[in-house]
Structures are given as C-alpha cells and as structure tokens.
C-alpha cells in the first residue's frame, strides 16, 4: 500500500470514517501519521460532518509503531503534531478498538474523545519491554483517563488488558460487538444524538489521592519482572509524577525528553536487538522464503519421561494430537501424572480455564503399544539419553512410521547424523532439542543433521513457530550451541574460579548479580549434577578435552551428591530443600583438586568471576560463529537469553560483546590467555571481527 493509501477517509451519513488500512498489523510510520493528518484536513471542511469514527482496517486496530523508524529517527509528521490534531478537532472523534491496539496504537486512541473497543481487544503499553518510555503521550494521557497509579501500573506491566478492565478503568466508554467501523458509526450516531460534546483528554484534571512513593514502590516490586536490573521505570515513573505536577503540554515536553534519551540507553539497544533478533532466527539461507514445509497434523512421542511429557503438552497446547508412547507402564503412568499435575497447577494459578485443561489433556493419547504411532507426520524421540538405545528406537519407529514421516531426536548430546544412519530415511532425521520444562521454555534448538534436507529443516521451523517456540539452527556438533557453550565456557570457567579459590556461592551470587537467572552451582543442584556428567561422558565420545575440565561436577557425582532431588550437591539442602547452604566437604573436595593440579588458590573479586564467566562465553560463541555451528550472532543471544537465563536487558553474550567493544574483549582474552594458556585461547573471528573494529553485528549484517 503506497504511503499516501495508508489512511483512507470515507463517510456515512454525516458519519466520516476514516480507516487505517498497512497491513499486517497497521504499524504506524510517518505514512500513517501523514495519512491522519490528511484525513482530519479534509473532514474538517466537510460541514455536514457530525463525527469522526476512527477504524483499523484488517484483524486489527493498530499493534505499535513501526520500530524500524526507531533507528533512523522519526520523520515528519511528528507524533506529537497528529495526536494534537486529532485531539483538538472540532468534532467528536471516536476510535474502535478490535484486535491489538498497542504502543503507538493506544496513544493514538487515547488523543481520541471516545473510545469503543470490539470484544476480544487487548490494550497496552508494551514499550517497558523495549526499555522505551512511549513518546506519543502515553504517560500523560493514561493518567488523565484512569489514575495515575493504574496508569503507571499499566506501563510497567507492559502486558495488555482486555475490553472488560479497560471499561472498569474507564480507559474505555463502551465495548461492542462485530463490524468496527458498523459499530463506530452507531455510536458516533447516538452520541450526536444525545448531543455528545468533543472532550478532549488533555484538559481532563489528574486524579492524585492514593499516588504516592509507598503505591510506586508497591508497583515497582509487583513488576519485578520487568523492572529488576532495568532503568526504564525510573524514568517512566518520572513522567507520570510529570502527568500530576505539570501542565499538559510541559508534562508532554518532559515524556519526550525521557522518551528521545531512553532510546540511547544500553538497556533500550539491548531489548531491541532481542525483539528483532527472536523474528529472525528462522530466516536461514538454505531454506529460503519458498521451501515451503511437509504438512504436519498428527504427532507421536516416544518416551513419556520429564522431557516427553513436556513435549506433548507443547504440541497439545498448539492444538495438536498427540500419542504419547513409552516402554514402560510405570513410565507412561510418571508421564499421565506429570501432565495432570501441570494442567492442575496451571488451572489454579488462573492460567488456564478448566475447559481448555481438559481439551488440552483430551488431545493427548498415552499408550503403550508402539504401534501407536504409525500414522504419525512427526514424532519425537525421547528415551534415555543413550546412543544404543536411541539407535535401536530410531530404527524401530523408520520401519513403523510412513515413509514421508520426519524423525526427530531430543538428545542433548548425542551426533543426530550417527543416530539418523540408524535409519533409512537419514534426510527425515533431525534434532529437536527442547528444554526443560518443555511446555514453558521458548527456546527450540533445532539440530541439522548432516543429511538433514532443507524441507526436513523447512518443516521443523515452521512446527517449532506453530508450537510458539523461538527455533534456532544449529550444527550437528559438540553440545550443539548452548550446551557447548555453556560446558566449554562458562561452567566449566565457573568450576576452574573455584580450584583457584572462588567460593561456590560467591560465584553464583556474582553471575547472579550481572542479571543471571541462576548461578552455576545453583543450575547445576537443581538440573541435576549427575545429567550434566552423563551429558558430558556422552560428548567425550564425540571429542576430549583438556583437564580440568568440570571435574568437581563429575567428582561430587559418584558421590550422590547430585544436587536437590538428593539433599546435597554443590550447596546442602537441610532446612529447605530449595534453598542450599555452603557445605565444608564441598569446600574440601575442591582444594584437594586444585592442590592435585598444583593449582594455587587466591582471593576473587565479583568482577573478575563475572568477566571471566562471560568473556568464556562470548569467546566459545566466537567460534561456534566461526565453524558455522551458529549461522548468525543474534542466535546465539537467543539461545542464551531463552535457554540459559542470560539476562535481556544486556541483550546475550554476543550482543553484550558489541557493547563492550571488541577490541577491548580481544585484549583482555589475551591478557587471561598469557597468565592461563589453554581455553583462553582468543577466538580467530574474535581477533579478526577486533582488528577491523567490527562487531557482531555487523558480521551478522553481511550475512543477511
Ligand atoms: P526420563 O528418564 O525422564 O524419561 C525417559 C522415558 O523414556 C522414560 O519414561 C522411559 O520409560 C522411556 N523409555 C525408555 N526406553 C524407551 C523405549 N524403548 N520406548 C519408549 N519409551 C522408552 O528422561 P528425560 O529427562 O525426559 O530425557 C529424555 C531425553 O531428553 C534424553 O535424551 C535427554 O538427554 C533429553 N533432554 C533432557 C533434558 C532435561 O532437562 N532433562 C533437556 C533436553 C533434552
């Protein structure tokens, strides 16, 4: 649709309408500010008209403004200039709200003098999530239409509302069903009927009462998801103190003081490159836009242990059958009760309606006869992690299933490529690495195999987006991307902190610190220490590595010290079972380590635990670059960020680098290189991308 088409006027009556018609979703960019601007010059010489009706054109109103202006600054018309003129014009203006009225969106309706919303429509303010304070008068606007504590609520939520909350708040006049535009015109009819005066926002007052430092406080706590580690709040709290204390328009100067410089935080950069990084992780060369997938419809799982359960939900939660296949009865019954449970649990937190619960259980067959899954498209193996046995299930299921049929694997560790020979349909074979809880977590590593074909490929992307994952491809290598990034780097930096006389919870607390989810330790103790050793014992086979390497993992492992689920691991579990305290025989085994290395032990400061742990990191994620493991470096933040619990905000590893600068990430892996040899080694890419003054960034740049 050509910039000037973007905005379309129309009249009913003495109704005009005018339609926000930029499909998908009608993102706003200066063709539709433009657009607005010309619709209310031409209806405001329109005498007959008696009222404006405002409408987004498609299943939607108007999800947010188009972030790509963000980058390049916005252009005239500012956002400003068309809600001001939207807002004083002379006759009533109405907005139908359907669909997704978000960002952008909901500033444009709230400069509106009434509101409708279609059921079914959800309203926010998602900027928090950007680390972006809204520009267009948001934090002045809400207020004025529903407090200032439910606006600022509202704000640092991000989360949208539904038309019924958004009546209460009275953020809304009415909700309606059907046709937007039908319903817009009907309610601009009986509002001049009833004589309905134009009102706008701007001149309301701001109610103040019960806005004060205890209920921001009490705000900020409640929101720690989205405000812990982060700086937005401070400012986005600023503004609407603004909101009460100011006048309208000082009030709007000041948001957009705020706003233009919290589009330069490190934070705003970060959350950004996230949120254009997750959408573009399945865009790989080989596939290309036209490789279109096979189509999918019945799905089996093998094995009902914690990973296929979890699965099954997955695939049953997007709406999909589901046979669940195990062995055993007793692991089949382990499966059916995991899945209750979690539909239970997921019922009484108000998660899910009992209805959907039970549909969702519904699509779900556990069964023990393995010819269940004969008339699968895909099914998903996830037995014991072991190479045998994985081989001779593979096989099993190649001689069941049809031949146009894709088998995918779970393993975390084992060659896909070795395990699809197994078969003889080597191209249908494919690693589908969820992680756990499988049902929550986002991240899909999807393993290509070295036979694997594109439309194999083409299939597991398109399934793993309709099952609401974020898909990225990786090599058929060593620990495939995260894990190998997480052993070779990170956790075992972690373990070699502590044989040089780092202490177990001064690690976790300093990563934790840095925004980590967990520490080392703590992940290990609750994964399990033993599934981290059989993981590795696994990968050895595929390559060795230089000692030490997590040795005090593998050391307290035959121990049966393997972490929560045995009341002791690297931390003990006495009082609570969740909540470790340091151990003196943990503290023992580890000096005896480092002195049988000749290791000296020495005092560490928070800063050199959280440097080493990530320089690791980004250096191990340098080289998986590098050998083409991981096509780009934005999906190695993805696989960071929702796998591993690195922070978002500092935007992954390889994003955190840029920020850094790699000249200077180069310099100081070679400073650690001369004093530690060995896995300090800098990365080639790392030195090259450092010489040039480049950056991931830019590498990912020419890739795409
Ligand atoms: P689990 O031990 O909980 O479950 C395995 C299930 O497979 C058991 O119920 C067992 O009875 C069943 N089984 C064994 N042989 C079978 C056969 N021939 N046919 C049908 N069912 C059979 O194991 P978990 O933790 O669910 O792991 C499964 C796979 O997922 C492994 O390959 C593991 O490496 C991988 N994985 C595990 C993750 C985790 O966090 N636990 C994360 C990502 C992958």
């Given at each position: 649709v050509p910039k000037q088409q973007s905005v379309q006027l129309s009249k009913t009556g003495t109704v005009g309408v005018l339609t926000v018609n930029?499909?998908?979703?009608?993102a706003v960019d200066a063709g539709v500010r433009s657009g607005l601007m010309a619709g209310l010059r031409e209806a405001a010489l329109d005498?007959?008209?008696?009222a404006l009706v405002i409408v987004g054109a498609g299943r939607t109103f108007i999800a947010g403004a188009d972030l790509s202006e963000l980058g390049a600054g916005i252009s005239n018309p500012s956002y400003g200039d068309t809600l001001a003129a939207i807002e004083t014009f002379p006759k009533p203006v109405i907005v139908v709200l359907h669909g997704e009225c978000l960002g952008a969106g909901l500033e444009i309706a709230m400069a509106c003098h009434y509101r409708v919303a279609i059921t079914g429509a959800k309203m926010g303010l998602p900027e928090i999530g950007l680390g972006i304070v809204p520009g267009a008068g948001a934090t002045q606007r809400l207020p004025r239409l529903i407090g200032p504590v439910a606006a600022l609520d509202m704000l640092l939520s991000g989360a949208p509302i539904d038309a019924a909350r958004a009546l209460d708040l009275k953020l809304i006049d009415a909700i309606a069903e059907g046709d937007p535009i039908t319903a817009g015109v009907n309610y601009a009819h009986n509002l001049v009927a009833s004589g309905g005066p134009v009102r706008p926002t701007r001149l309301k007052g701001v109610a103040?009462?019960?806005?004060?430092d205890a209920a921001i406080a009490v705000l900020v706590r409640a929101h720690s998801k989205t405000?812990?580690?982060?700086?937005?709040q401070r400012a986005m709290i600023e503004t609407v103190k603004g909101s009460v204390t100011l006048p309208f328009d000082e009030g709007l100067a000041l948001e957009k003081t705020l706003s233009d410089a919290s589009l330069l935080t490190r934070e705003s950069l970060a959350l950004r490159h996230m949120f254009f990084a997750e959408r573009a992780t399945s865009a790989i060369p080989s596939v290309g836009k036209d490789l279109k997938g096979l189509p999918i419809k019945a799905i089996a799982i093998v094995g009902a242990g914690t990973m296929g359960s979890g699965i099954a939900m997955a695939f049953g939660d997007a709406g999909y059958r589901v046979t669940l296949v195990d062995a055993q009865a007793e692991g089949l019954e382990r499966g059916r009760k995991i899945i209750r449970s979690t539909y239970e649990a997921n019922t009484r937190r108000g998660r899910m309606t009992a209805e959907a619960a039970k549909a969702a259980t519904a699509r779900i067959t556990p069964t023990l006869d393995p010819a269940a899954v004969a008339d699968a498209d895909l099914v998903v193996e996830a037995v014991f992690e072991d190479m045998e046995l994985k081989k001779k299930v593979l096989g099993q299921l190649d001689r069941i299933v049809g031949p146009r049929a894709i088998i995918a694997t779970n393993t975390s560790s084992l060659a896909v490529t070795e395990l699809g020979a197994a078969t003889r349909r080597p191209d249908k074979v494919i690693g589908l690495h969820f992680f756990s809880p499988a049902q929550i977590m986002k991240l899909l590593e999807i393993v290509r195999g070295d036979e694997t074909s594109n439309e194999t490929l083409a299939t597991a992307l398109e399934i793993g987006k309709r099952i609401r994952k974020i898909p990225v491809v990786s090599a058929d290598s060593f620990g495939f991307i995260g894990n190998r990034m997480m052993l070779d780097g990170a956790f075992r930096e972690a373990e070699q902190m502590m044989l040089e006389g780092a202490g177990v919870d001064q690690i976790d607390r300093a990563v934790e610190a840095f925004g980590f989810a967990m520490g080392p330790s703590r992940v290990n103790d609750m994964a399990g220490v033993d599934i981290g050793t059989l993981v590795r014992r696994q990968l050895m086979r595929r390559a060795s590595r230089v000692d030490p390497y997590c040795i005090v993992s593998d050391t307290l492992t035959p121990m049966g010290r393997v972490g929560q689920k045995a009341g002791k691991g690297f931390y003990s579990y006495s009082a609570d079972p969740r909540v470790g305290e340091l151990d003196p025989e943990v503290t023992g085994i580890i000096e005896r380590l480092a002195a049988e290395r000749g290791i000296t032990r020495s005092v560490f400061s928070a800063d050199e635990i959280v440097e080493r742990f990530v320089l690791q990191l980004i250096n191990v994620g340098a080289d998986i670059l590098d050998e083409g493991v991981a096509y780009r470096a934005a999906d190695i933040d993805v696989v960071w960020v929702h796998g591993y619990g690195f922070p978002r905000h500092v935007g992954g590893p390889m994003f955190y680098a840029d920020t850094l600068g790699l000249t200077h990430v180069a310099e100081r892996m070679r400073y650690w290189y001369d004093r530690k040899g060995s896995y300090w080694k800098p990365s080639a890419l790392l030195e090259r991308l450092a010489a040039e003054r480049s950056s991931f960034t830019n590498f990912d740049r020419r890739r795409t």
């Open positions: 930029r499909p998908p979703v009608n005498t007959e008209l008696a103040t009462n019960d806005f004060d405000t812990k580690g982060r700086t937005t």
